[in-house]
């Protein structure tokens, strides 16, 4: 078992697995991966790395997040709401600041630029601490 409570399977034991390579996943320095229904399997150089979901993401797709990986989903929300919010702040600053002589395209350009920035930021620190309080959980 490895850290994450994923059990290893070394190469030598099963060398080649014959399944569709799935697109979604956190990559973990992975080759490949795969699903197989609720079976997620990473394929490293020496060994597979291999973990159940409780969803199936392809058969269930937006009930996957709010079960298995909670953690990406409240980064994303956090994401989102700070992104907007300040996206929005800076778009009305830009907009009162200079009254009718800046041009809409510039400051719609900054308040984008400002929401991805903090959005990302907070959306990060969200992951991060959900995946911290996730790990001590699961101990």
Not at 14 to 24: G, M, N, S, T, V
Not at 49 to 74: C, I, K, Q, R, W
Request: glycine share 10%; with cysteine.
């Amino acid at each position: 078992m490895d850290g994450d409570g994923n059990i290893i399977i070394p190469k030598a034991v099963r060398p080649i697995i014959d399944l569709k390579e799935a697109p979604l996943g956190s990559k973990k320095g992975v080759n490949k991966q795969y699903r197989y229904g609720n079976l997620y399997i990473r394929d490293y150089e020496t060994h597979f790395s291999v973990h159940m979901d409780t969803v199936d993401p392809l058969s269930n797709p937006l009930g996957h997040p709010f079960v298995d990986v909670p953690e990406y989903l409240a980064g994303a929300t956090a994401a989102f709401i700070v992104g907007r919010r300040l996206g929005t702040t800076v778009y009305n600053i830009c907009k009162k600041g200079e009254g009718n002589n800046t041009k809409d395209a510039a400051a719609i350009g900054t308040a984008v630029l400002a929401g991805y920035i903090a959005g990302s930021a907070a959306g990060n620190l969200v992951f991060n601490m959900a995946s911290s309080l996730k790990k001590k959980r699961d101990e």
